[in-house]
Structures are given as C-alpha cells and as structure tokens.
C-alpha cells in the first residue's frame, strides 16, 4: 500500500482524518451542551477546531463559516505571546486575532502528558492548541448586546481583550475573569459560557491524548501533516480545472450605520495554475460607521466561497487556504485600522465579500454559482436597559435559486449556519412574545429555478428595552442570474413603521418588532420553468 506521508498509509490517513474531525465535533457538542445562554446552547453561535503546534488548522466542526476562516489568525496572535503548557488564552481584539469583539475566542495550548510506546514521556512539549469561538450576548459597550447600529469607533462595542491568560500554567487568573465580569451585562451567563468554552478546549485535550495512546505520538502528529497535504493537493487541483484568467466583480453595502450612502466592495480573483489570488483593491477606505471588517473576516468569506465551488468531500483544514491567496490595502473596509468601529462587519460585510467573490467567479464556473441570496444575516438585538437579558438573532432568509434546482426556504445564507431561536426558549428565558414567525410567500425571484423565500418574525417586547438592528438588502435586491428575476428586499418595522436598516432605537413595553427578510434570486428564464 503506497505511503501518503510520513509513512502514513491511505487507511490509516482516513481514520486519522475522521477521528481528528470527530475531536473538533465533540468539542462543539461540549461547549453547547455546557453553555448557559440561548445563543449558543439553542442556535449554536460557536465554532471549535483543532491545530497543530505550527498553528496550522487541522480539524474543524461544522459550525460557522466567519468564525472558521479567520480562526488561524486568533491562534498566531496566542503565539506571539509565548504560550506555555497549562494556559488558557482568551481574546476578542479584531486587531489582535479577532473579528468582531461579541465573539471571543478561547486558544489552550495542548501538551498531553501521557507516556506512549514509542517516544517516552511528552511532557511539557505543545503539539497543538484547541480553539473555541462563541457569540457572547453581551461584551459591554454603548448598548445591550454590544450590536449598536451607530458606533463609529470600536470602544463603544463593548470590552476589548487582547490575547490575555484566563489560566496560566494550570492555575485561574481570577482577576482577570473578574475584570471580564465586571465590564458585561448579565455576568453570571458570561461565566458559564466561557466555562463552556473552557470545558470545550479541555476535552479536546483529553480526545488527542487518546489518540496518541491509540495510534502512538509520532504517527499522530505525521497525521496532522497528511491531512493538510491532502487536503491542499485536493484544493489545488480543483483550482486547476478553473479557466485561468482575471475575474472582476463589484457591489455595494446600503451605508455604514452613520451615512445611508452606498459603500463600494470592488474585486479582482485571478486564477492562474494551482492558486487563486483575490484583491479588493478598488474598495472603498475605511468607513465612520461600524461596517468595517478585519482582513481575516474577508479571508475567511474567500475560503468560503472557494470552498462552495469545489468538491465539498475535501477535508477543511489549512490544507484548503494554502493555495489561496487575499489581500486589500490597509485602512480599506476590508482591512480597516484602530480604533474602527467593525462589529457589524463580521455580520453583514462579510456577506457582500461573499457575494461579490461569487459574482467575480461566475464567469469561471457558471455551473457551481448560485443566484444571490438573502446576503444578510438581519441582526436583531433586544437587551433591557438595566442590563437584565440581552437576546440576539440572525434571522434565515432565501436562498439564490442554483442552476438545477430552487434556492431554499427560509435558511441561513453565506457566511452563518446557526439555527434559530426556538419560539418556546425565547418566550421561557427572556420577556419577549412571538407574535408571527412564517415564510414570505412570493418573495423569492421568479426565474426557471426559484429563489428561496424570505421570513417575517415579529417580536412583541415586555419590558422598556433597546432594539438594535444590523441588516442589508432593504435597497438593493438580491440579483437572479441568466434571466432569473430578482428576489425580493427586506423590511423592518417597529409597530407597523418602517425603519433604517441599521438602527438602534429605545423602545417601551408593548412594542413589536418586525423583521421581514430579503428572497433569493431566481435562475433561469421563468417561462422555462415545471411546475
């Protein structure tokens, strides 16, 4: 049987690769089963993934798109500060390995401690890190759920944390939790979430020292190499049978939260051999508002997009960034400088980035590239002024009709894959009612595959509470491709009256809230379609 690397045959490369990834997956199902707040134990806002010493991603869970990408860039910051065995780092810092400051990342370093047959005790030596990435409810800031549709520098978001030791060698750095704690709403859920996180990164300990008792150390860390070499030499010929050339494409956000006026996303993705190079070049500067996103938030929206548009059966890992290649000038929207506001453009930013990359690459691939979709994640944010519960959503929406089939109902799109918040834990853990959660019958463009439909929620408010809402595609529609119709724009309501797309607003008990989000894009003529 032909060697892989490292000596590693196909088969035990395959079952190394499953029970890497499977120790990704049980890290998720730790950190949501352990976690306290909807937003991650309901809709799953987290991502976990396993790395080597190197700092190179090697296994991931399923999770979220945004977090994942950019993940590599949270694990070289930890690095730069010496990590030791027994250390917790914990960060939110989109200038230091972050993305927006609501998600913070937990990165242990790993260095299991165990005698194995082959090479002896392995003390002290780091041969990975586990990372885990969850949406907070609340960091702080100028408003509750630190999603504040106005801010225009980051201090207003909420607590900035550079990578900082939560444990250093073993041992709890109870000051720094309590300096956390202190600048959060609701600090008791913080606590148990970031001991979710905690757990999450110490099960994976305990998975890969299983692992090194079961296959033996120096044929587990010659996996962590197998799988990163397969995996790009899958990426790299998918690449290949691409039609080498420059593809363009623009497209615009619907202002920053400050200003209404358009904000141009301009890209140039030239394909050449095995490696595709993406430069926004022509985007516009850094904007007031907070619709600025880190380059790692652009990075991971390319990965994604390249992911989509080849063979999904290639292990993610950093195997898969390899032949990929992003940048934009310093001090655009896509890789804007201190103190930016940019916690919107984790969210709704990194949408359009996908958008864009799609729409550039549809000329190389046109029968792998969906019509738009909803291109949004419709943040809503409701958290009571005395600090009491903060609930956040991203809201589904549809899915671009795809070129042999409808675009999907009511989904999440791009750069999200969480769930939804279940109307019966909404109403149970906070003072809100669910007046009307359905599909938006016609929203999808027509065309010979339909677009997917929208979703209206409408949201009742009990209490005296501050509504924030960060969305897109409420001027521009979602585009349908090769005589597909466009789908329909989204809408936001507060008691019947319409709303900016991004605002954030007081609001007295009784109040409802309306969310109707944008259809997908329809494929094809609609006069070809079968009913």
């Not at 757990?199 to 962590?224: K, P, Q």
């Not at 995996?231 to 939260?257: N, Q």
């Not at 864009?356 to 549809?362: D, E, R």
């Not at 609001?507 to 070809?528: F, I, K, Q, S, Y």
Request: hydrophobic share 35%.
């Amino acid at each position: 049987m032909t060697d892989v690397s490292g000596g590693i045959d196909p088969v035990t490369l395959e079952v190394l690769r499953n029970q890497l990834e499977s120790v990704a997956e049980e890290m998720g199902q730790t950190l949501i089963r352990g976690a306290y707040s909807p937003n991650i134990k309901e809709r799953r806002d987290c991502s976990t993934a396993l790395f080597d010493a190197e700092g190179r991603m090697v296994a991931q869970a399923e999770h979220i798109p945004v977090h994942l990408g950019a993940m590599p860039a949270a694990v070289a910051a930890v690095r730069e500060h010496d990590p030791q065995p027994g250390d917790v780092f914990v960060l939110n810092d989109p200038f230091t390995g972050g993305t927006h400051l609501p998600d913070v990342t937990m990165v242990s370093p790993i260095a299991p401690g165990r005698d194995d047959d082959e090479d002896g005790d392995s003390d002290g030596e780091i041969v990975g890190y586990a990372v885990s990435r969850a949406h907070h409810a609340d960091v702080g800031g100028m408003t509750p759920g630190s999603m504040p549709a106005g801010a225009e520098e980051i201090y207003q978001e909420g607590l900035r944390l550079p990578p900082t030791r939560l444990v250093a060698g073993g041992e709890p750095r109870e000051e720094v939790r309590s300096l956390v704690l202190a600048n959060v709403r609701d600090p008791d859920e913080r606590r148990a979430d970031l001991r979710a996180q905690q757990a999450a990164n110490e099960r994976a300990a305990e998975r890969l020292a299983d692992l090194f008792d079961d296959h033996g150390r120096e044929t587990v860390l010659s996996g962590f190499d197998a799988v990163i070499d397969y995996s790009r030499e899958r990426l790299a010929d998918e690449i290949a049978a691409l039609p080498d050339g420059t593809y363009e494409a623009t497209d615009v956000l619907e202002g920053d939260g400050v200003t209404d006026e358009d904000v141009e996303i301009a890209v140039a993705v030239t394909i050449d051999g095995e490696s595709i190079d993406v430069d926004f070049s022509g985007t516009a500067a850094q904007v007031a508002g907070n619709l600025n996103a880190p380059l790692a938030v652009a990075t991971s929206a390319v990965y994604f997009v390249v992911r989509c548009l080849t063979d999904p059966e290639i292990p993610p890992n950093h195997g898969c960034y390899e032949p990929v290649r992003v940048s934009a000038p310093e001090g655009s929207l896509l890789n804007p400088t201190a103190p930016a506001a940019v916690v919107g453009g984790n969210v709704e930013t990194s949408q359009r980035v996908t958008d864009v990359v799609f729409t550039a690459l549809a000329e190389a691939a046109p029968d792998r590239v969906p019509a738009q979709g909803q291109g949004t994640m419709n943040n809503l944010t409701i958290g009571a002024r005395d600090g009491s519960f903060a609930y956040y959503e991203t809201i589904g929406g549809g899915f671009g009709a795809r070129p042999e089939r409808d675009g999907m109902d009511g989904v999440q799109v791009g750069m999200t894959n969480t769930l939804n918040t279940p109307v019966e834990s909404l109403e149970t853990e906070y003072p809100l009612r669910v007046e009307r959660y359905a599909l938006r019958e016609g929203s999808g463009g027509r065309g010979r595959h339909r677009g997917g439909e929208g979703l209206e929620r409408s949201v009742t408010v009990e209490t005296p509470a501050t509504v924030s809402l960060l969305t897109e595609r409420r001027r521009h529609a979602p585009k349908g491709v090769a005589g597909g119709e466009d789908g329909a724009t989204g809408e936001n309501l507060i008691d019947g009256e319409a709303v900016p797309a991004k605002t954030t607003v007081d609001v007295d008990a009784g109040t409802t809230v309306t969310v109707r989000t944008p259809g997908g894009g329809g494929h094809g003529d609609p006069e070809e379609r079968e009913e």
